[in-house]
């Protein structure tokens, strides 16, 4: 007589339904992309070290701890890093559905800079202090801007008609009107970036852009006439032409002119890490941000500034590939506005450290010192990640 363990039919199909969901979840992860986390896990460490050794010796001679910058940093690197996770397992086709909200949400965020909660640092009110936390929702904005002008060219069906393009400005130009009141024209620029570059992906027709384009030169003259562009801001548009001038050190080219010196300074090899004078004695103003790249330059030279360069490359490079593999449209925008992004800042960034761009406060992604903005730049990670592994 057979007495061996006979399972139920229904235990058996639950088991088999289980073990199906699971291969079906666990699926995706085998295409996980690993040279983009690497590369951007080590852009993060090269930023913490030139974030140390920008601050040691001024927070050296404040008698607090060289490591204050670094251990907030590392604390945004671990936050970020999970939202990377999250973002990355939740299918990517979902964060269309609430891309409205996140819209929203940073929206009101920006609106609670401007309100007596935020909080100013060096003439720019952009931040809201959570306990020991300081919250930049501009960096947000980059995101929520991004997803929701993707889902409304995604719905449009790759044939964007006015309608379709006047409510993407509006979602545009209403972050663009409150950053820019904050002030801070830089991140202003990456939103109509942004736009200009998911139009041209979603097949928004020529002579809308043509259209849009003479609108705005149109806004900038007036703003520059009307003064709605602040003295400081105008000067650091214009100081990089005359950054050679004996007087720029009482002008807004000294940062300019600092980090020129400091960037050639720095030669083929670099001065060693810890030995950049220039960045590490405050020459050059906010070395640990704005100019991170000057200490790279300074303390590593052409080859340290050159594999910087580098794995930022990289990081394109896989962008564009995921953005041309991509399932559908909007998986296709959001990645090559990801890209956009990355591509605007380093240009920005790195130019204005050697004086071929004007200084207007845009950080290097992953190296800058600022926890929300690694924090968004790892959740771009996670979407980048997220269609390519759902890019079958």
Known sequence: MDVGYRQDPD????????????????EPVRHLDPVLVLTALALTVIGLVAIYSAKLVALTSQGLPPSLYVSRQLLALGIGVVVM???????????RIYAPAVYLVSILLLGVVLSPAGTAFGGAQRWIVLGGFQLQPS??????????????????????????????????????????????????????????????LGGVQARYLAGLAIAGAVAVIVALQTEVIQAYQVSRLTAFLNAGDASAAQTAAFQT?????????????????????????????????????????????????SVVLGLLLVLVWRGLRIAILAKDSFGMLVAGGIVAILTLQVFVNVGMTIGIMPVTGLPLPFISYGGTSLIVWFAMIGLLLNIHMRRF
């Open 85 to 95: 996770v999250v973002v990355a397992v939740v299918d990517y086709r979902h964060v």
């Open 257 to 305: 002119r600092q980090s020129l010196i400091a960037v050639g300074s720095g030669q083929f090899a670099g001065k060693g890490l810890f030995e950049g004078t220039q960045t590490s004695l405050s020459y050059v103003p906010e070395n640990h941000t704005d100019f991170i790249f000057t200490v790279i330059a300074e303390e590593f030279g052409f080859l340290g500034s």
């Open 11 to 26: 235990q058996r199909r639950a088991r088999e339904h289980v073990q199906s969901r699971w291969m079906e979840a666990y």
């Open 139 to 200: 960096e947000l904005a980059k995101l929520a801007v991004l997803i929701t002008v993707a889902a409304i060219l995604h719905e449009a069906n790759r044939r964007p008609g006015p309608g379709v393009v006047l409510g993407a400005l509006v979602v545009t130009l209403i972050p663009t009107a409150l950053v820019f009141l904050q002030p801070d024209f830089g991140t202003s620029i990456v939103f109509v970036w942004t736009t200009a570059v998911l139009f041209l």
